[in-house]
């Protein structure tokens, strides 16, 4: 990434392909020999030059190595303390990772423009509404995509927190992972987005 990040910032510095490729590349080396990931709903995947708000269900740690193998050049939505992480943090920069103060209104505000400026020149997004410990409903990610016009894609995961679950790093359990890509969600007003995209969430996770 070090090497190619000067040719990625002058041809391609809002969507990174080049850098998602090596991401995609590192993730799938990194799962792959510990749980085995099952793909439903590849094809409601939007093309990758088409950008969308991608939100999901947030388990684990290891939800965003299992999402970067979907190969799709999205901004991750991050706490600023990882990126004082070693090498995940660095890479986290140089794939254009959004920081966020969690507590921080002004960072908040910050996060959703940034957000808003990216999608309109053509790159997509990536949020986990519920947070890691928030669990309000904020509409943050189902604003920028009614400003912006760009459609919802809500994806489910299961079976990470059972793996690695939350604040456990450092126990990796034995299990699979299923990823579903749930059709994109269109509209203007923000609240019914969320609805929408939280109960398609929901009731897959019930069904499964």
């Known amino acids: 990434m070090l090497v190619a990040h000067p040719f990625v910032l002058l041809f391609d510095q809002y969507q990174r392909k080049a850098h998602y490729f090596i991401a995609k590349t590192w993730a799938t080396l990194t799962v792959t020999p510990f749980f085995k990931i099952k793909y439903e709903g590849l094809e409601n995947l939007p093309p990758p030059d088409v950008p969308a708000v991608y939100v999901s269900n ?3 740690f290891l939800d965003i190595y299992t999402l970067l193998t979907l190969g799709r050049s999205f901004k991750f939505i991050s706490k600023t ?3 004082l992480y070693p090498i995940i943090g660095w890479a986290m920069f140089l794939l254009g990772v959004i920081p966020l103060k969690r507590m921080d209104s002004r960072s908040q505000l910050e996060c959703l423009k940034r957000c808003m400026d990216l999608t309109k020149k053509g790159s997509s ?4 509404p519920e947070g890691t410990r928030s669990k309000d409903g904020k509409l943050g990610a189902f604003s920028v995509a009614a400003k912006t016009k760009v459609p919802v894609v809500p994806i489910t ?3 990470t927190g059972k793996i690695m679950p939350s604040g456990m790093e450092g126990i990796l359990n034995l299990g699979s992972v299923k990823v579903v890509i749930h059709k994109p969600i269109e509209g203007s007003d923000p609240e019914v987005l969320c609805n929408e995209a939280r109960n398609t969430i929901a ?3 019930n069904r499964q």
């Open 58 to 60: 947030h388990q684990s």
């Open 81 to 83: 303390s990882i990126f």
């Open 125 to 128: 997004v990536f949020f986990f």
């Open 157 to 159: 995961l299961n079976g």
């Open 203 to 205: 009731d897959e996770l």
